[in-house]
């Protein structure tokens, strides 16, 4: 489906393989998917994709935001420097948000 999201109009899609995400720009694996994540980054390393997941050492796996249980609330975690390496700069208030 649609959703216009700012200026733009974001296309949302319910993939069911990684070959369906290689033109992303965003993809987001829920806690049932963490267990792609490992191929998903390999299948993906280069591209300006950022990788979002909810899963156990999602950060040290390869995704550029990881969300986390913390004091039984959702929080999450950025890799800078794996977005960066992809030419993705977060705004400074996610980055002051962010538990890491």
Do not use: C, W
Not at 40 to 67: M, Q, R, Y
Request: cysteine-free; charged content about 25%; glycine content about 6%.
């Amino acid at each position: 489906s649609d959703v216009p999201l700012g200026g733009q109009t974001v296309e949302m899609i319910d993939a069911n393989s990684i070959d369906q995400v290689k033109s992303a720009h965003i993809v987001l694996l829920s806690r049932t998917s963490a267990d792609k994540l490992p191929e998903l980054v390999k299948t993906l390393k280069g591209a300006a994709i950022l990788i979002i997941s909810h899963a156990e050492n999602g950060l040290e796996t390869g995704a550029d935001v990881n969300f986390i249980i913390k004091d039984n609330l959702l929080r999450y975690e950025l890799n800078q420097q794996s977005a960066e390496e992809k030419d993705i700069t977060f705004g400074s208030m996610l980055i002051q948000s962010a538990e890491k």
